[in-house]
């Protein structure tokens, strides 16, 4: 089996991390049946400054072509003024999850052997947030009136659709089948209540279809409550594209690997190329030195094996990132190694195994 | 001078931290030349049961004539079936910040002694949350379209005007000029770019205005990392009221304090009363029974004073609560101690004062 990989390494560490997933992935597919063939994509910041574009058709018809993407990180330095704010995240990272209808955004969250958290409590804690990723107020449906006027108004309009939001929320089911079979809505449904009814039925409907999966809801700000005093309640959140947004972020901070957490953009339908990325950003800051952690980039790149069906080389990235850190842990090492030591560490454990 | 206040008590444990927080009241004003004189409105859950009504319009009326409004609690108990979920929340709560147009609502947090919170670090902070209360995603301006079928579309506008955003960002500015003038703006500009413009600029406008204040952004997905790794950065933050309905439950999470903030529904124009309300909701398990906690009442009481201009008295609430935490922190009581209780010893403080 042979797959067809377009990788985008983008800006900041995107390159340096990356590097060091496709290491990783050699490493673990080198006694299986399955190839992976790259083709490598020259986008972020640097393209836009050279060609003034984000994303070409032609280039975007290209991407479509591939078995998948693996994606390292985009987005300018902030103190670069030549690059308008939001314009490469926008017209390059939101475009290609619109485009490729990538509606099953997953963010597998937590705790990592040795990582310290910045909650008091250590109890280890493993959910993921099923966000979806095509509709809300992601849809770029605002606009304003009397811009610059003291009588502007400025409206954002989100909109979902039982198309959209049922799909999303069968995956979350399912995934909530294999995993401890209980699902979590977050929404605000006392204040969005169109949107909120369509997700709450669709939920409602889901379950029935699943009565194996035990669920509950929350309001989005007490989801933020229980994600810092009992995150070990969530086994799989299903929510919509910017409560998601913002839980992940948080869902980040407190498993204490917003630097480890992998992610993936996923078309459920399999018509176009999922996406696999580290949730960190480009770092411009620790760009270039070598010292970005690739444990996300190579947890993404695992995630992206798994999507692939090439499920075995994926659990053998999983195991050796989860054996090795521990190692770390326990040897109280780790901290303060290079990006290229972590990856041929993990490249060792893999091979060991 | 005499102030008209009007009581809603509400639901569940709003009656008890209420009557604890007219104690404190009482105790704080009594060598003081200002006067309260109470109406109390039987409104929330047992009146919409009784009538049917959730708020009628000349109760509003009424209302309006007060120089501000002590609330407590509403909300039903979610085990009970015959009240719709949301009803109370919308058709009072929210309707009474719209009607009376609270536009600022105020949301101070920070650690208080002898409390723990869900963080590692002990640190202390102290912010204040200004939340837009009168506009964005809380107008109610959606709907949906072939409900029901599998072709069902739902939205919901965000509406977001100069006058609205200014007068918020006018006001939180102020409030940084008299704590330590540092002023955040958290919103999503990067992907809601129509009304994150709009608080951009209006922040720029304002900063220009108040050079003594610094100032910085952050998206609403970052905030949420900052609230739990380093609240202690942050002083005034202002956003709209969709992002702070999040941001201020997450804060009043890692503060330790959810059930011990207070907060204001205030109307900068002084053209109707302000309403003063602990964040806790009205705790259907733990009512009646006398152990609910009233500090949040009784600091929410002491805002009132202070909106009103009866500033000394304010101050003694302040003193007097932050006096006996400490006590009972040092020598390890507190806990377990009711309503009436806690009412007493702020009570006895203020009169030690
Ligand atoms: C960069 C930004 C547009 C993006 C989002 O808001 O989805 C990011 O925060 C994320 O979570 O992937
Ligand atoms: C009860 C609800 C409508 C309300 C809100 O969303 O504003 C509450 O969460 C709050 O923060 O005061």
Do not use: C
Not at 257 to 270: E, F, K, T, Y
Not at 311 to 337: C, F, H, P, S, Y
């Amino acid at each position: 089996r042979t797959f067809s990989i377009a990788v985008i390494d983008g800006d900041g560490i995107g390159p340096e991390v990356t590097a060091e997933a496709r290491k990783v992935l050699n490493a673990a597919l080198e006694n299986d049946d399955a190839t992976l063939h790259y083709t490598e994509y020259s986008l972020g910041t640097r393209h836009w400054l050279e060609t003034g574009e984000t994303l070409h058709d032609e280039t975007l018809e290209k991407l479509r072509s591939h078995d998948a993407i693996l994606f390292g990180a985009v987005g300018a330095d902030p103190q670069d003024q030549r690059i308008p704010s939001g314009v490469i995240e926008r017209d390059l990272l939101l475009k290609l999850r619109f485009e490729l209808d990538h509606y099953i955004n997953l963010r597998p969250t937590r705790t990592y052997p040795g990582v310290s958290t910045p909650l008091a409590s250590t109890e280890d804690f493993d959910f993921v947030v099923v966000r979806e990723g095509t509709e809300g107020p992601y849809v770029g449906n605002g606009g304003s009136l009397r811009r610059g006027t003291t009588q502007e108004i400025a409206t954002e309009v989100s909109v979902n659709t039982a198309h959209g939001v049922r799909r999303v929320v069968a995956d979350a089911f399912a995934r909530a089948v294999s995993r401890r079979g209980h699902l979590t809505l977050v929404h605000k449904h006392n204040v969005l209540t169109h949107s909120g009814s369509l997700w709450r039925r669709t939920v409602e409907e889901q379950a029935a279809l699943n009565p194996q999966v035990s669920w509950d809801y929350m309001h989005v700000d007490a989801a933020t409550i229980h994600m810092v005093t009992n995150p070990q309640r969530f086994d799989v959140i299903v929510t919509d594209n910017l409560f998601g947004d913002i839980l992940t972020d948080l869902a980040g901070a407190v498993s204490g690997g917003i630097g480890l957490a992998p992610s993936a953009s996923i078309n459920g339908a399999g018509t176009t190329p999922s996406m696999f990325e580290p949730v960190h950003g480009s770092a411009p800051d620790i760009a270039g030195r070598g010292i970005a952690d690739p444990t996300a980039a190579i947890l993404s790149a695992g995630l992206m094996l798994d999507h692939l069906g090439v499920k075995d080389a994926a659990g053998r990235i999983e195991q050796a990132v989860n054996a090795q850190m521990a190692e770390w842990a326990e040897r109280n090492t780790g901290g303060g190694l290079g990006s290229a030591e972590r990856g041929d560490a993990y490249v060792s454990r893999i091979k060991a195994l």
